[in-house]
């Protein structure tokens, strides 16, 4: 999370599209239950955690008031948002349509386009970490479909959850190794 901070201020939607898929995967597992769902172990205990969070709280402060020389910098954590509120609903020159994402994937990234057509069949995925993915990718790609503002180089952040979905399917299909070697 501190890292998201850190980088650039999308990180409010990947955070939306998390929670929101979190709660559309604990329906999804109530409607069609996923068989291989189980609680991880947890490896850490009630002293880790004030260590984390101070640590990430240092370096979030540290980063924002400029290695502590401007305090009035760490309001940029939430003056932020008007700026990009602004620039994403104007474009700023780099406005494009709404399906911009779908026809860039589908003429130069065709493993994300078929990632994001898998997302589709994610209600009939077992493994839970893969459905979750293809429900936030969904997410994540609509939101920034949405948003009037699109460079190519924003395709980074949305196109990593399809990959692993596209992976997922490459991974499930039964293709004989002799079909990839030449003789």
């Known amino acids: 999370l501190a890292g998201m901070i850190l980088t650039k201020e999308t990180y409010i939607i990947h955070i939306g ?7 559309v995967l604990w ?3 109530r409607l069609v239950p996923m068989s291989d769902v189980k609680r991880a172990r947890q490896q850490w205990d009630l002293t880790d955690l004030p260590i984390v969070m101070g640590t990430a709280i240092f370096f979030i402060v540290f980063f ?11 309001k940029g954590l939430y ?3 008007a700026t ?3 620039t994403g609903s104007n474009g700023n020159g780099h406005e494009k349509p709404w399906p911009y994402w779908l026809e860039l994937v589908m003429r130069y990234e065709w493993p ?11 209600q009939f995925f077992r493994n839970f970490v893969i459905r979750y993915l293809a429900i936030y990718g969904v997410g994540i790609f609509a939101a920034y479909s949405i948003i009037h503002y699109k460079t190519p180089w924003i395709i980074i952040s949305i196109v990593w959850p399809l990959l692993f979905v596209f992976a997922a399917g490459a991974a499930a ?3 004989p190794r ?3 070697y030449m003789v």
């Not at 599209?17 to 709660?23: H, T, V």
């Not at 924002?64 to 760490?74: A, E, I, K, Q």
Request: aromatic share 18%.
């Open 17 to 23: 599209s998390a929670l929101i898929a979190a709660g």
């Open 27 to 29: 329906v999804s597992h």
């Open 64 to 74: 924002y008031s400029g290695t502590f020389l401007n305090w009035s910098g760490v």
């Open 79 to 81: 003056l932020t948002f």
């Open 84 to 86: 990009w509120y602004q």
């Open 112 to 122: 994300v386009y078929i990632g994001l057509v898998l997302c589709l069949a994610c």
């Open 173 to 175: 299909t039964k293709i």
């Open 178 to 180: 002799k079909a990839f």
